[in-house]
């Protein structure tokens, strides 16, 4: 929903706009790639619900293969509420719902699709443990790992780090994993380091408006690579 404001508590105001979306940051990245050509299936449960249904349509729609797109009576589909201000500032709330159903009978199912990929991508909007099953199934069989640790867990298992190819966090999520605010490229740096310290291939921390900061095994000089100036439409 937008508005002008957001809304103090107990008050009811008056928006100008609502509109129901598609996102998910594995659906997103999912949809993102097949668009730039790449073969993707999508690992996930969605409700059977509207939402759930117009998900897969959604998919299908983007050339997604959704083999492995299971629906479930037992929670609803996963959903995000976002009320935004006309500065750009937002309130969310997220119901995880069938999300957190995604098990591991559902990964074995999907065992084949897994070991045959060339990149596997997990996050962290499924229950952590289905996530580092995929991983550790993705590299026995010699498949590249792309993990993207978001939401942040102050305590995420150490295993995250030894089974990524490519660590990808963003600044927000830097600091909750090291306890070091990333303010800078040094900060960044620092990170960086203290990442391949912990066993991943290779580092990315994203940067915003500043682009993001790659470090590796191989490359351990910490390259910056600059965004291009865009203005934002919607941080969301």
Do not use: W
Not at 27 to 35: F, G, K, M, T, Y
Not at 38 to 51: H, M, N, P, Q, R
Not at 116 to 143: N, Y
Not at 164 to 172: G, H, K, L, Q, R
């Amino acid at each position: 929903s937008l508005t002008t404001r957001l809304p103090r508590a107990g008050e009811t105001i008056l928006g100008h706009k609502f509109f129901v979306g598609f996102g998910g940051k594995g659906a997103n990245q999912c949809v993102q790639s097949a668009r730039l050509g790449a073969k993707t299936s999508l690992i996930c449960k969605v409700g059977e619900d509207s939402f759930g249904n117009d998900y897969v349509e959604n998919l299908k729609k983007n050339g997604i293969s959704t083999a492995f797109v299971g629906q479930t009576t037992d929670a609803a589909t996963g959903t995000a509420s976002i009320i935004v201000n006309s500065e750009g500032q937002n309130v969310i709330v997220i119901v995880p719902g069938a999300n957190l159903l995604l098990n591991f009978e559902d990964l074995k199912r999907a065992s084949d699709v897994i070991r045959k990929a060339k990149v596997v991508v997990c996050q962290l909007e499924i229950t952590p443990a289905v996530s580092l099953e995929a991983l550790k199934m993705a590299r026995a069989s010699g498949v590249k790992t792309l993990f993207n640790p978001a939401p942040a867990l102050a305590d995420l298992d150490p295993q995250f780090y030894t089974h990524s190819d490519i660590f990808c966090c963003n600044e927000t999520e830097a600091e909750i994993l090291t306890g070091i605010p990333v303010g800078n490229l040094e900060d960044a740096e620092k990170v960086g380091h203290m990442l391949l310290e912990r066993g991943c291939k290779l580092v990315i921390v994203t940067l915003g408006a500043e682009g993001c900061m790659m470090i590796s095994v191989e490359e351990p000089i910490p390259k910056h690579v600059p965004a291009g100036k865009v203005r934002a439409v919607d941080t969301t």
